[in-house]
């Protein structure tokens, strides 16, 4: 079977920077999402890694290693703003499918 | 309107009624999706619709059918559900971009803002 693992839960100061961790045990995809979810919110697409190495967004940066089975995504300059939960995502090798599945969600607290 | 949007944002229902749920995108995208989300589990796929195809997740019940009239509206018809099934049902599309790696493999998706079920 397929799974994405993520930290349940990181706390870090404003202004820092954190990295959070997605460790999969999966084949066949075409690349690594994150998305973002604020309480109460919808998720909403933050980056894409389809082939290895840094994708980098402003205050946000995504990795991919496919040898490794990892991913991370990190953020910078870390705002109040930016406490929320993220979800890295996977898109698998299926003819006809469209479908993300995604990991267990880190929730990230920013504290002054 | 714009975006994905979701009737109705909450809704309370008993075990014998018959609801729906309503999804529609105004982004011009060729795929629609509903999701599962329960408090500390991962978004759970239940539906697609991709060009007209469906795909779906072999361990959802049958108490939830989906309906997908046109690329621009979605439905989820519940019926005789259980408490357990109350969770945050999000709606979601995106355009279909074919396979491949690099950016080809993307697909990025956009989400409504949810329906809050509560089933008693």
């Known amino acids: 079977g397929q799974s994405l693992e993520q930290p349940s839960e990181v706390t870090a100061v404003e202004g820092a920077i954190v990295q959070i961790n997605c460790t999969y045990q999966t084949s066949g995809f075409y690349g690594l999402s994150w998305y973002q979810q604020h309480d109460g919110g919808a998720p909403t697409f933050l980056s894409y890694?389809?082939?290895?190495g840094l994708e980098e967004t402003g205050r946000f940066s995504s990795f991919l290693s496919r040898s490794d089975s990892y991913g991370y995504l990190l953020l910078q300059e870390l705002q109040m703003k930016d406490s929320a939960s993220y979800f890295c995502?996977?898109?698998?090798?299926?003819?006809?499918?469209?479908?993300?599945?995604f990991g267990t969600g880190t929730r990230l607290t920013v504290i002054p | 309107e714009t975006g994905v949007t979701q009737t109705p944002r909450h809704l309370v229902m008993g075990m014998t009624n018959k609801k729906s749920l309503k999804c529609e995108q105004h982004?011009?995208?060729?795929?629609m999706y509903w999701y599962k989300q329960s408090a500390k589990k991962p978004l759970e796929l239940m539906f697609v619709y991709s060009l007209e195809e469906r795909v779906e997740n072999n361990s959802v019940p049958s108490r939830f059918s989906p309906e997908c009239p046109n690329s621009s509206h979605l439905f989820l018809h519940l019926h005789t559900l259980q408490p357990e099934d109350s969770a945050l049902y999000l709606c979601a599309s995106s355009q279909d971009r074919g396979t491949g790696f690099g950016r080809g493999g993307l697909n990025e998706q956009f989400f409504g803002p949810g329906t809050r079920l509560t089933v008693l």
């Open positions: 890694n389809g082939l290895d």
């Open positions: 982004l011009g995208h060729n795929a």
């Open positions: 995502a996977v898109r698998f090798f299926q003819t006809g499918a469209n479908n993300l599945f």
